[in-house]
């Protein structure tokens, strides 16, 4: 084989980088030209903790020489074509947090993920595989398993020995050939999401309600005995499901007949309501603990560059949007036909619907080249905050928003409506804040306003090639909006800032991706 240049693993090495993404056509050509390996160098870069090599057909197999990587807590090999995984390799990264195999071609999974103690995810959707390791079950820290559209017939019993998979909180399975689901399944404590939509399924256990957390649950597309929970199925929510399951009219399963009398049936209530209120208070503990953990912020790789566009945050910012998202969007063309407007109207689809008409988050573009740094992300008061709004003059915060209130109320008069629209109802989550939150670049010119609007000096044209995104919200959800956002984008560098201490200062690097997990 072949030990050619590869420019990214190079700077990777020169610069000590932690991350490094490899995908696309032109490294696919370049696995292909060295027969189908990945280059021997990319495993002496030890201090890489996200390693990414995605969409490369040619790359069927992943040499044993990846365990060399002891620091990686991140490995995705998604939309390649491997048919195995090294398994004494895999073993060797204890450190592994996050393992993502989705679409490629394995039959199986080895059985030395059990030594990875610090497992939380694996993505193993879209493969081949027809059975699990038992062995999966010594992963303490398992929360997240994601085996959907594969050929599995059923779960390893182990999966459900109480104690095992005590983390485990997501469990998707969809698109398989699963006939049972065994009624140990209440031994998961910590169970919230279950789809097993589209499967062989023809029995439901009552145990199932039993699950103390299962919040979400998707079961469409299994043809079941009881017809009339099957129909359940298919238009009720999880909690009216489990009420059917719990009271056991769920034809040939392991609950309560419905000959049952009622009087057994609201005792058995009555106990599950007193053992409720005794775990009341642990629950509640662990839920403040589980909100708690979201906070933390662990972030990958700072860049040490002194060309990077720095980021700084105010302590005031806390009391009214406390949380931001930046990514540099590069390789945008713009230029042909509308590509513009269908930015645009991109932008506006997920302001309307994972945003909830702002509400929730907002996400503002800007042209890059006419950023100038550092920037500041602040909170000040309305009568002194200025900013020149897309189309429009000069005007302070304060009476811009009264301006685009008095629009909204002019519209809903039109309309004849008995409120303002969903597109309006972002302007009153400002109401009763002190200081308004905004980006203000270095010249001291605001360039955003959220959630209100964006700067006329940072306007995106069709000439723009890179762009600066902010995404900022009052709770922490913009963390799970991030991902969808750069779904809809090339490539991006993120960084998730909580603005609870005296001062942030985190650099957007040039680099493919930088990660930050809450």
């Known amino acids: 084989m072949e030990d050619c240049c590869w420019v990214e693993i190079e700077t990777a090495e020169r610069d000590k980088r932690r991350e490094l993404v490899l995908q696309g056509s032109k490294v696919d050509s370049r696995i292909r030209d060295g027969g189908g390996y990945l280059p021997p160098q990319l495993f002496r870069l030890s201090l890489l903790n996200y390693l990414e090599v995605s969409q490369c057909r040619s790359l069927q197999e992943l040499q044993p020489s990846i365990g060399s990587l002891t620091q990686l807590q991140s490995l995705i090999l998604c939309h390649n074509q491997l048919t195995a995984l090294p398994a004494a390799a895999l073993g060797q990264l204890r450190n592994l947090r996050v393992l993502d195999v989705s679409n490629n071609h394995l039959q199986c999974l080895p059985t030395e993920l059990r030594n990875l103690n610090e497992l939380n995810t694996i993505n193993a959707s879209c493969n081949r595989l027809q059975i699990l390791p038992a062995e999966l079950c010594m992963c303490q820290k398992l929360a997240v398993l994601n085996v959907s559209h594969n050929e599995l017939s059923r779960f390893p019993d182990e999966f459900f020995i109480a104690g095992r998979l005590s983390a485990l909180s997501t469990l998707s399975a969809s698109e398989n050939a699963i006939e049972e689901l065994p009624g140990d399944i209440c031994n998961l404590p910590s169970l919230k999401s279950l789809d097993l939509s589209s499967n062989k399924l023809s029995e439901l256990p009552s145990e199932l309600a039993d699950c103390p957390k299962l919040k979400e649950m998707n079961l469409k597309g299994n043809k079941l005995s009881d017809k009339r929970l099957e129909k359940m199925l298919n238009g009720c929510q999880t909690k009216a499901i489990l009420d059917y399951l719990r009271a056991g009219h769920h034809g040939k399963g392991k609950g309560k007949v419905a000959g049952s009398s009622k009087e057994d049936l609201k005792e058995k209530d009555r106990r599950k309501k007193k053992d409720k ?242």
């Open 277 to 518: 209120r005794l775990k009341g208070v642990q629950n509640e503990e662990e839920d403040q603990v589980e909100e708690l953990n979201k906070l933390v912020i662990r972030v990958l790789h700072i860049s040490e560059s002194p060309s990077a566009l720095v980021v700084k945050v105010t302590p005031v910012v806390k009391d009214v949007r406390p949380y931001i998202v930046c990514c540099l969007v590069r390789g945008m063309n713009l230029k042909p036909g509308n590509a513009l407007k269908r930015f645009l109207a991109a932008q506006n689809k997920l302001h309307d619907e994972i945003c909830e008409k702002r509400t929730v988050a907002t996400i503002a573009t800007h042209e890059l080249k006419k950023v100038k740094g550092p920037l500041l992300y602040d909170a000040r008061p309305p009568q002194t905050l200025k900013i020149a709004p897309l189309g429009r003059n000069e005007v302070k915060a304060a009476n811009l928003l009264q301006q685009l209130k008095q629009e909204a109320e002019e519209l809903r008069k039109q309309k004849k409506r008995p409120n303002v629209s969903g597109l309006h109802k972002y302007l009153q989550l400002l109401d009763g804040k002190e200081n308004y939150p905004c980006v203000v670049d270095a010249d001291g010119d605001v360039i955003s306003f959220p959630p209100i609007t964006n700067s006329d000096k940072t306007k995106v044209k069709t000439s723009a090639r890179t762009s600066l995104r902010f995404n900022s919200c009052a709770k922490l959800s913009c963390v799970d909006i991030t991902a969808p956002v750069l779904h809809h984008v090339k490539s991006g560098t993120l960084v998730v800032m909580p603005c609870f201490f005296k001062q942030h200062a985190f650099n957007l690097t040039d680099g493919r991706r930088l990660n930050c997990v809450a």
